[in-house]
């Protein structure tokens, strides 16, 4: 069933990345829309983590909406779509979790951003930093781990399946791990269920889906 009620200023006080235009949407089970992560922590010279490097790359659905989107407006049109999207996600700390030393790290406001098409789907592309450098100490006592995941599950965010993660430490040695979600019967049927406005009942349903990267420096 095509549902055409969803405006941009609903979507936006949602706190979904899908409020960026007016938009028709198809209304099935959680997700909606698909996006491959590409994540690359950046490390200074002297091995403390400092920042985020982020591709998200849609699925072709959405991103042919997206194209169409940017070529109806143009370069304006473009830099609207930006402005709400940083807007809207600077709310949400860009769905990106991260912890040290089991505390939850603050993060800074992103400056370096862009969308573009690549081939058939697009990317948004952004650097996100810390409001405070993990120390390269800290890496090799405690290392760090993240997760990035939309609350409701309207988006299901995972690690594309090749190069979705991406080491350049500047001299330090680290691994990771991805610790793959595992929700129970309920939490899939939750998913399932979507209500009149196509929203799961549970707010906080995307973290039983998401993957948690765990990171370690030598």
């Known amino acids: 069933m095509i549902r055409s009620n969803f405006t941009l200023r609903t979507l936006l006080r949602s706190g979904l990345l899908l409020a960026l235009a007016w938009l ?3 209304v099935w089970a959680h997700p909606h829309v698909s996006v491959d992560i590409y994540m690359a922590p950046q490390f200074d010279s002297s091995g403390n983590l400092v920042a985020f490097e982020q591709r998200w790359r849609f ?6 909406v997206l194209i169409e989107e940017m070529d109806r407006g143009g370069a304006e049109g473009k830099a609207r779509l930006l402005d709400d999207i940083i807007t809207n996600l600077s ?3 860009f769905y990106t979790r991260v912890r040290a030393n089991g505390d939850r790290l603050s993060l800074a406001d ?5 969308l573009q098409p690549e081939a058939s789907r697009v990317e948004f592309h952004f650097v996100l930093p810390l409001a405070e450098p993990v120390t390269a100490e800290q890496l090799q006592r405690h290392g760090f781990s993240y997760r ?3 609350p409701t599950y309207y988006i299901e965010m995972l690690h594309a ?7 350049n430490t500047g001299g ?4 990771y791990e991805i610790e793959k979600p595992e929700p129970t019967t309920e939490q899939l049927q939750r998913a399932v269920e979507v209500d009149e406005e196509g929203v799961p009942e549970d707010p906080d349903l995307g973290q039983h889906f998401a993957e948690t990267v765990f990171i370690q420096c030598d």
Not at 59 to 64: G, K, N, Q, R
Not at 161 to 167: F, K, Q, S, Y
């Open 91 to 93: 709310r949400h700390e």
């Open 172 to 175: 330090s040695q680290c691994r």
């Open 59 to 64: 699925d072709t659905f959405y991103s042919v």
């Open 161 to 167: 399946e090749t190069d979705g993660i991406l080491l």
């Open 110 to 114: 992103v400056d370096e951003f862009d």
């Open 24 to 26: 028709p949407m198809v």
């Open 148 to 150: 990035v995941y939309e």
